[in-house]
């Protein structure tokens, strides 16, 4: 029996609940003034897409053994 390979369907535009949600996280790196700042350019800012490889490689954390 072989297992289906799952779909991910990612949403094409950014959903109003995440900005808060941004808001929290950045809150504990950044001061206020600077989350607020990020968060106006965040809004403005048009979604793209990359491959996980190269999210995983830009971030410059070390390779995982395989599992």
Not at 15 to 43: C, F, G, Q
């Amino acid at each position: 029996m072989t297992k289906e390979t799952a779909v991910i369907q990612w949403l094409s535009d950014v959903e109003e609940h995440n900005y808060p949600a941004a808001v929290s996280y950045l809150s504990i790196i950044y001061t206020e003034d600077k989350v607020a700042e990020m968060i106006v350019k965040l809004r403005s800012t048009p979604v793209v897409q990359f491959k996980a490889k190269d999210i995983f490689r830009a971030s410059r954390l070390p390779l995982m053994g395989v599992s």
